[in-house]
């Protein structure tokens, strides 16, 4: 494959760093790699692969040399810089939420709508609950047609970044939190990022959003309740789903099976089922609990784990890249 130019914007923070990790371990080789960060960490050495880098103040960066810039810095960095790079001629691949739900930016998880990539220098990754739930419901909708959806997500303090990592170590050792509201070493906490007038939080209308968008359906009915959880990494998704053409819970295991991207793992007499334990590390989906609504006809409940850090934020990123390369050669 081609060698590029590569900039990673936020290299020193916790998805930047795991942006470079997963190239590493795909072994994309570089024509040339930027490392951005602020101000305080210029001149901090990276490695990839055999050869070390320094960080560059992002201030400092120079726009028309890049092909791929990868973001991870905030939105409100996303939204100075990621135009800039994408006029200077790159592929801008951006974590923040800034340009999710800006109508003509692509919002792309590559196993199902990559060739969207097209529309716009910039693409956005999306939330990282919402990629995990809406890869397995997209193999089901392209059979059964979903109808409507009720997310409950189960989400890993590094969900937060490095704040909430340390947040949840340091209560643990017995002192008072610093950035979330409760002690989370003890507790769940059914608030993720701020509350709206609907009283729904922003995270929770992400979802509903992100997912209508991705699946190119706007008419899905969709609802979700997004908590906090003591552990590091790896998110956990409770979702009911409901679909317009007959469906069981043996039809939708059997649907999932051997799809790209995901892992069923369904064998209760085992105690056979996804656990963040066995996401964490992996650019893997892992679907299992799967059974009937007794409430509702046409509609299966079933739960989804994966590493919020990698496949729900720096995987994603790196394999929408490698995609877009792909389809350069």
């Given at each position: 494959?081609?060698?590029?130019?590569?900039?990673?914007?936020?290299?020193?923070?916790?998805?930047?760093?795991?942006?470079?990790?997963?190239?590493?371990?795909?072994?994309?080789?570089?024509?040339?790699?930027?490392?951005?960060?602020?101000?305080?960490?210029?001149?901090?050495?990276?490695?990839?692969?055999?050869?070390?880098?320094?960080?560059?103040?992002?201030?400092?960066?120079?726009?028309?040399?890049?092909?791929?810039?990868?973001?991870?810095?905030?939105?409100?960095?996303?939204?100075?810089?990621?135009?800039?790079?994408?006029?200077?001629?790159?592929?801008?691949?951006?974590?923040?939420?800034?340009?999710?739900?800006?109508?003509?930016?692509?919002?792309?998880?590559?196993?199902?709508?990559?060739?969207?990539?097209?529309?716009?220098?910039?693409?956005?990754?999306?939330?990282?609950?919402?990629?995990?739930?809406v890869l397995p419901l997209y193999y089901l909708d392209k059979e059964f047609k979903v109808t409507k959806i009720n997310y409950t997500t189960f989400q890993a303090v590094s969900g937060s970044g490095m704040k909430g990592l340390n947040d949840l170590y340091d209560t643990r050792n017995g002192e008072n939190p610093k950035f979330?509201?409760?002690?989370?070493?003890?507790?769940?906490?059914?608030?993720?990022?701020?509350?709206?007038?609907?009283?729904?939080?922003?995270?929770?209308?992400?979802?509903?959003?992100?997912?209508?968008?991705?699946?190119?359906?706007?008419?899905?009915?969709?609802?979700?309740?997004?908590?906090?959880?003591?552990?590091?990494?790896?998110?956990?998704?409770?979702?009911?789903?409901?679909?317009?053409?007959?469906?069981?819970?043996?039809?939708?295991?059997?649907?999932?099976?051997?799809?790209?991207?995901?892992?069923?793992?369904?064998?209760?007499?085992?105690?056979?089922?996804?656990?963040?334990?066995?996401?964490?590390?992996?650019?893997?989906?892992?679907?299992?609990?799967?059974?009937d609504d007794l409430a509702t006809e046409n509609t299966i409940i079933f739960y989804t784990v994966a590493d919020n850090v990698r496949k729900g934020a720096a995987a994603n990123a790196v394999e929408i890249m490698l995609k877009i390369m792909e389809d350069m050669e």
């Amino acid at each position: 494959m081609k060698k590029y130019n590569i900039a990673i914007v936020g290299a020193t923070g916790l998805v930047g760093s795991t942006f470079l990790k997963v190239m590493a371990e795909y072994k994309i080789e570089v024509n040339n790699l930027y490392l951005y960060a602020s101000e305080k960490s210029e001149g901090k050495e990276i490695k990839y692969l055999d050869k070390t880098y320094k960080v560059i103040d992002l201030k400092k960066a120079k726009f028309d040399n890049v092909d791929f810039a990868l973001f991870s810095a905030g939105g409100s960095v996303s939204n100075e810089y990621a135009p800039k790079f994408s006029a200077g001629g790159a592929y801008v691949i951006d974590n923040s939420s800034n340009f999710r739900m800006v109508k003509d930016i692509p919002l792309i998880v590559p196993e199902i709508n990559i060739s969207d990539y097209k529309m716009n220098k910039i693409i956005a990754n999306p939330n990282c609950s919402t990629i995990q739930s809406v890869l397995p419901l997209y193999y089901l909708d392209k059979e059964f047609k979903v109808t409507k959806i009720n997310y409950t997500t189960f989400q890993a303090v590094s969900g937060s970044g490095m704040k909430g990592l340390n947040d949840l170590y340091d209560t643990r050792n017995g002192e008072n939190p610093k950035f979330y509201p409760y002690n989370i070493s003890k507790t769940c906490i059914p608030e993720i990022d701020v509350f709206l007038d609907n009283h729904y939080t922003k995270e929770e209308m992400k979802m509903v959003n992100e997912t209508r968008k991705i699946l190119h359906n706007d008419d899905i009915k969709i609802s979700a309740t997004c908590v906090r959880v003591p552990i590091p990494y790896s998110h956990g998704v409770s979702i009911v789903a409901t679909f317009e053409k007959e469906i069981n819970y043996k039809k939708a295991l059997e649907t999932l099976e051997n799809k790209p991207g995901i892992i069923v793992v369904d064998d209760i007499k085992n105690h056979g089922y996804p656990v963040a334990t066995v996401s964490t590390g992996t650019d893997l989906v892992y679907c299992g609990r799967f059974r009937d609504d007794l409430a509702t006809e046409n509609t299966i409940i079933f739960y989804t784990v994966a590493d919020n850090v990698r496949k729900g934020a720096a995987a994603n990123a790196v394999e929408i890249m490698l995609k877009i390369m792909e389809d350069m050669e």
